[in-house]
Each structure stands twice: as C-alpha cells, then as structure tokens.
C-alpha cells in the first residue's frame, strides 16, 4: 500500500486524490470532483437565493426531514438500530447522545477554541513541539482570550496496534507515551485533544485507524484524560456494508462512535471530520461540531471557498452544535493581513470553531493581535449561540448579520472581489428596527461612529469591516 509523501506541506487530501482507492476502500476525505472545485477559482453564488430555493436549501430541509425520519423509525422499528453494527462488540443498541454528555459538561456550549498542528506541521507534530505550543498559548495570551484546546492531528500513532489491540504511540515522537503530554496540558489548565480515524487508517494512511476497535480506543483516549476526538473519515470498508449509501455507512459508524465516547465515561467533544457525507444533514444530534468544507488551504481562494461552504447552514448552528468550515490559517504566510483579518471576522461571524492552525511560540505581534482580537471573539462565543446569516450577496459583495445575546448585531461587510468597492447596507435590512440613531463600534479599530440607519465602507480586495451595531434609543 503506497504512503503518504513525508515532505512537510503535502496535505492528506492531495495525498488521497493521488491515490483513489484501494480494493473497495473508501479512501478519499473528499471526492476527486470537489479536490479540483477548490483548486479553482470560486465563482460567488448568491446564497440567500440558494436558501430559498437552491441546493443549499433543499440540503438542509432534507437533512433535518431525514433527522425526523430516522428518529421516527428508530422509534417504532428498535430492530433498525442494530443495522451495520457487527464491527464493535456491544453495539447493538442505538448509543446514547455523546455531544449531550459534552454539552452537560460545559464542553461545546460555545464554539470550541484552541490549536491544532496541522496546518502548520503536517503529521510531524512531537511530545516537545506540542508542550511547547501549549505553553505558548499561556506565554502569549491566547489561553487567556479563550484558546482552551491543544489538539494532536493524524499521525501520532504506529500503524501496527499492539498485542492487546491497543493504539500504539509513535516512540520516537512521543517517547514516553501521550499520557505524560495530555498530564502536561492540563497542567497548564489546557484541554488535550487527539485524532482518531473511522476507517482502518488515517488520511495519509501512515498509521492505524479505529474501524472495529472504537469502544478500546475511546477507552484508551479517556485514561489518557483526552478532551476532544476529532474524528476523521478514511479507508472505511465499504464492501462490508454493500447495501448501504456512503453517508450511510458514515452515519452508522458516526453514531458508534457517539456511543463509545459516552461509553468510556468521560466527556470528551466529538469532531466529525467528514464533510464528504454531508454531516450537517444526519449528525447535529450526534456531535458537537462537523466539517463543511474541503481541507482548507493556505491562500484566499481556499478560505473564501470554505467560507461560502458554511454560511448557508446557518439554521443548523446553536449551543453544541456547530458548523466548522476548518481551522485558521492566520499566521501561515499565504494569506495578507487583511485576508487574515478578514477569516477572523467571517469564522467569528458564522460562530466556527476557532482552532489556530500556526506556530504560536514564533508568531509576530500582528499575528498574535489578530488571534487575540477580544472584540471579535466576543462575538464568535456570544451565548445566544446564533451564526451570522448573510442578507446581501450580489457582485461578491457580502453583508452578514449575526444577533447577540444582548440584543446588538454583530455585522460583517466582506468585499470578496479583487477590486476595491463600497458596500453599503442598512439598519433594517440586519434585523434592527424601532430606534432614531444606532452606534458603529469598529471591532478592528475600536471607533465608535453613529448611524441613523445607514452602514457604509469603502474595503480593499479581500477584506472586511465588523461592526457591533446597537440602538441608542
């Protein structure tokens, strides 16, 4: 079986659209089709027209008619709930809700915040780099401003389980085990995050996946006080399920996992990482956040093509549950700062997951501002739990909305065209009425200016300006 390139930058999607598959093996995270959509450029859609009646629209009415149907048959049918389950022992009931455990425990009642390595390292993470951007979140601020999450991505593990069936660490990565680095995170007052794969390996196919082993692995994250799973999507077996649709399959093997993390008895936030199946249309109930788009990448195409991916399922978003169009890419070098500034704004804006994606301990003061922005963070973990929806999108020139707990809007103009324009909106148009004038407080700059109802700015290409519009009486 051929191996994933080791040469830091090559991403496991490229890795897999170079390799199709294997023998009946689900192998990509993501289809040839849509690999080759990202690396284009993304033509702007009108997403307001879509909700109403396009694709988009019709995707989320069918997946929450689908979640209705499926509710509705493991009720009045129990038998259905065993289907698929031969590959975990003690899987023959329908598990219980995992991102409810994580929710009651506090985990996921607003969008997740922390690190992740990937982005920047690839699979070539080690016990040392990763205590060492642990503590760089508290040298720097960043746990401070909320980054509560040091997660380990794909490749910290053998890809040979041990004699008992046990994952086994890399030993020359993580000499000493994952335990030690996980007791060193929480020291810090950190939560620790690890990768898992649903299929028999991870996406570059280096080391071992958890197809069939999802109640010992789950076991073993929770003696290692793991916090968050993120749960990738390849080299399923499909040829064991050869009446079954790929998303249903995924959303069996979803929902396994689901009853293992709540079997292992310790509440751990469940990442489904499989945007390919469409998660957002059969597992809000079962995770507390998943994939919307491809792997993002680390150039502004890339960022606006994850963007237009999650903001049409808006509807789908509250407390422990949330669309995630992938980590940031703040910090990398692909993006300029207002290419930066504006992912900032748009995940904070679409309530994402916030999860840095760069080298904490070397980051410029530029970089560490924009992460640390408190203004727009505010935003991103305002309690209401509501995700910014757009009310204008013609020409590439986008104004979102997003209602806060107190009652103000978070409002994002986004010029996402390469050439310099004024857009301009209103007051009504986002969702306020029933004041005479209205405050603009600049979430970048910090000015407060005043309105009478109209929200106006001149934007550079790629950029944007975040307002907290409130009524003044």
Same mark, same amino acid.
């Given at each position: ?13 490229? =890795? ?24 284009? %450029? &993304? ?44 590959? $975990? #022992? ?9 991102? #409810?455990?994580?929710?009651?425990? +506090? ?41 509560? =999450?040091?997660?380990?991505?794909? *490749? ?26 996980? %007791? ?15 299929? !028999? ?7 071992? *996946? ?25 080299? @399923? ?35 489904? /990482? ?6 957002? !249309? ?11 788009? $491809? ?10 093509? $994850?963007?237009?991916?999650?903001? +049409? =399922? ?8 949330? /669309? ?8 990398? +070098? ?37 992460? !640390?922005?408190?203004?727009? @963070? #505010? ?41 310099? &324009? ?8 986002? *969702? ?24 106006? #700015? /001149? ?15």
């Amino acid at each position: 079986m051929p191996r994933a390139p080791a040469a830091a930058g090559v991403s496991a999607c490229d =890795y897999q659209r170079d390799y199709p598959g294997l023998n009946g093996f689900r192998t990509r995270r993501f289809g040839r089709r849509r690999n080759h959509e990202a690396q284009r %450029d &993304v033509r702007l859609e009108p997403i307001v027209k879509r909700l109403a009646g396009g694709r988009m629209g019709m995707a989320i009415s069918l997946g929450l008619l689908v979640g209705v149907v499926v509710s509705a048959l493991f009720g009045v049918f129990p038998n259905l709930r065993a289907t698929g389950t031969a590959l $975990n #022992a003690g899987a023959s009931s329908f598990p219980p809700d995992a991102n #409810a455990v994580a929710l009651a425990a +506090g985990l996921a009642a607003t969008p997740p915040m922390g690190w992740n390595g990937y982005n920047r390292y690839y699979l070539h993470v080690t016990a040392r780099m990763v205590e060492a951007e642990a503590s760089a979140l508290v040298r720097t601020g960043m746990k401070a401003a909320g980054y509560a =999450y040091v997660n380990i991505d794909g *490749g910290w593990d053998l890809s040979t389980r041990s004699e008992s069936g046990a994952l086994q660490p890399d030993p020359a990565r993580f000499p000493d085990g994952i335990k030690p680095v996980a %007791d060193y995170v929480h020291s810090l007052g950190l939560k620790f995050g690890i990768y898992a794969s649903a299929g !028999t390996m991870n996406c570059a196919a280096t080391t071992a *996946g958890s197809y069939g082993h999802y109640r010992q692995d789950t076991a073993t994250f929770a003696s290692w006080g793991v916090d968050y799973i993120k749960f990738d999507w390849c080299y @399923i077996p499909m040829r064991s399920y050869p009446h079954m649709t790929e998303r249903q399959v995924s959303q069996v093997l979803s929902t396994e996992m689901a009853g293992a993390i709540a079997a292992s008895g310790r509440p751990m936030l469940y990442d489904v /990482n499989d945007a390919y199946d469409k998660p957002w !249309t059969w597992s809000v109930q079962l995770a507390a956040m998943w994939r919307t788009s $491809n792997d993002i990448k680390d150039h502004y195409r890339s960022l606006l093509y $994850n963007f237009q991916h999650d903001v +049409g =399922y808006h509807l789908l978003a509250r407390p422990g549950h949330w /669309n995630d169009p992938d980590m940031l890419e703040i910090g990398n +070098g692909g993006l300029s700062y207002g290419e930066e500034k504006a992912q900032f704004s748009l995940w904070a804006e679409m309530a994402a997951p916030l999860i840095a994606g760069n080298d904490v301990r070397n980051m410029t003061p530029l970089t560490r501002s924009i992460l !640390t922005n408190l203004a727009v @963070i #505010a935003v991103d973990q305002d309690r209401l739990g509501r995700q910014g929806y757009p009310v204008a999108t013609a020409g590439g020139h986008w104004v979102l909305t997003k209602p806060l707990v107190n009652g103000d809007r978070a409002v994002v103009l986004f010029n996402a065209t390469s050439k310099q &324009v004024t857009i301009s909106t209103t007051v009504a148009r986002i *969702g306020l009425t029933g004041s005479s004038s209205y405050s603009l407080l600049n979430l970048w700059s910090g000015l407060t200016s005043k309105t009478s109802g109209v929200i106006t #700015a /001149n934007l550079p290409p790629h950029s944007v300006v975040m307002y907290d519009v409130a009524p003044l009486g």
